[in-house]
């Protein structure tokens, strides 16, 4: 994992399962921005949170944590930015988008209408 800036040491690294179980073999490894820690074998399919806390070279700490699946698990995890397009949504963006354009531009026929309309009314006036 590569995070914003160097490293200097590392508080906490974990990989762990819903039980619990820490997957990672070795204590974690630092490289600069990089922080990595070498795996057991063997995971089983599932889902695992990694979490880690760590201390950057000017001082300040940092914590954080992601998730991710392993195996079948991976291929069918929810995407919370997944956006599903169907054609009855294309339908509707395209009539909704069609409406707002038409309502629009009968905005703008009005407020022309309403404005030259002043303006002819103000040259017969004073015509006269």
Do not use: C, K
Request: net charge positive; no cysteine; aromatic share 8%.
């Amino acid at each position: 994992m590569v995070l914003p800036a160097d490293i200097t040491t590392v508080g906490e690294m974990v990989i762990v399962d819903r039980s619990g179980r820490d997957w990672g073999q070795v204590p974690a490894r630092i490289e600069g921005r990089t922080l990595s820690r070498r795996l057991q074998p063997g995971m089983p399919q599932g889902t695992y949170v990694m979490r880690w806390r760590v201390t950057f070279t000017d001082g300040h700490p940092a914590t954080g944590s992601a998730e991710f699946s392993v195996g079948a698990t991976a291929t069918g995890a929810r995407n919370p930015f997944a956006l599903r397009v169907t054609p009855a949504g294309v339908a509707v963006f395209y009539a909704t988008s069609a409406a707002v354009v038409i309502g629009l531009l009968l905005a703008i026929v009005v407020q022309a209408r309403g404005l030259y309309g002043r303006a002819d009314n103000h040259r017969e006036g004073s015509a006269h």
